[in-house]
């Protein structure tokens, strides 16, 4: 019966993503904004709702090795093995806007995390710790993206309105949320049930809880970006699954760090930081990909899913 509903949980992830991302590029067409926006708000935040949820509850429970380790963990995941494989499957077109302010945007994220933890090096304290106020002044942040963001959308809907270079077609909008809502509660819902079926089995297996946590928890959270982005690359929608990659990156530290931090105090374990200098490297390393003909190709796909996998078996040796 547990393989059974792993084996739903995986249709409703792929007919889910296949939905969500067909209903959000025509709700970006319909607003007349860039697919790159939508994939920086709507699909980004859909996606990231697992990890939310997860580091929320921990944050309630005053776990907070969970709360932290899910979103650096995250985020690692994101930008090596989903980006890669995206690549692999159709190379990345990458736009200007996204190498100057929103791949930058996403590394200061990575560098702030990274001083706000750092609170014995820095200011010789007893424990690290991101207290309520870092936790609000990441939320701060997080309403500065925001307000890029919409207006960023103003801005593309008023050149697209002057240079139309399409017709302006009916909008479907009760068709087009549907897919989209309907996409969102499939990839959410098939997530869970692909997390807590696959503990189930790998538990029967013989596994450690701790490397369930570590593997199997910290990559089924990111599962609904590994498959959107997938799918909106077989689209050959890119610009949906670069935002989204991106875009899950800047929520995951920004709103859902600054959230449980700001539910509770979060402690730091003084082991994460070997994870966070990785975080910084790969994502200034998907900057300078970027900028090699603004493209990621396949073969430097290749290389961030191999970063991943030697990141992998560092982490089970480590533990």
Known sequence: ?????????????????????????????????????????????????????????AALEGNSDVAIGNVVGSNVFNVTFILGLTAIVFPLTV?????????????????????????????????????RTEGLILLLFFAVFLYYVFEMARNNRAQLEENPTEPVVNPSWTK??????????????????????????????????????????????????????????????TEIALGNIVGSNIFNIFFILGASAAIHPLAVDPKIFLDMWLMIFVTFLLLILSRTHYKISKIEGVLLAIIYIIYLVFIIFRN
């Not at 200007?96 to 990274?114: C, N, Q, V």
């Open 176 to 237: 087009n949320l549907i897919f989209t809502i309907g996409g969102l509660v499939g990839i959410v819902f098939g997530g869970s049930l692909v997390v807590e079926n696959s503990i189930e089995i790998a538990l029967s297996l013989g596994m450690s809880e701790t490397l369930v946590g570590l593997t199997i928890v910290a990559v089924g959270t990111s599962l609904p970006e590994l498959v959107t982005s997938i799918t909106a690359a077989l689209k050959k929608q």
């Open 95 to 131: 736009q200007s806007d996204t190498i100057r302010k929103e791949i930058p945007f996403a590394l200061l994220g990575a560098i702030s995390l990274l001083l706000l933890i750092s609170d014995m090096q820095l200011q010789g304290s007893d424990i690290n710790l991101i207290t």
């Open 1 to 57: 019966m547990t393989y059974l509903i792993l084996l739903i949980g995986f249709a409703l992830l792929i007919k889910g993503a296949d939905y969500f991302v067909e209903g959000a590029s025509k709700i970006a067409q319909t607003l007349r904004v860039s697919p790159m926006l939508i994939g920086l708000t709507i699909v980004a935040f859909g996606t990231s709702a697992p990890e939310a949820s997860v580091s929320f509850i």
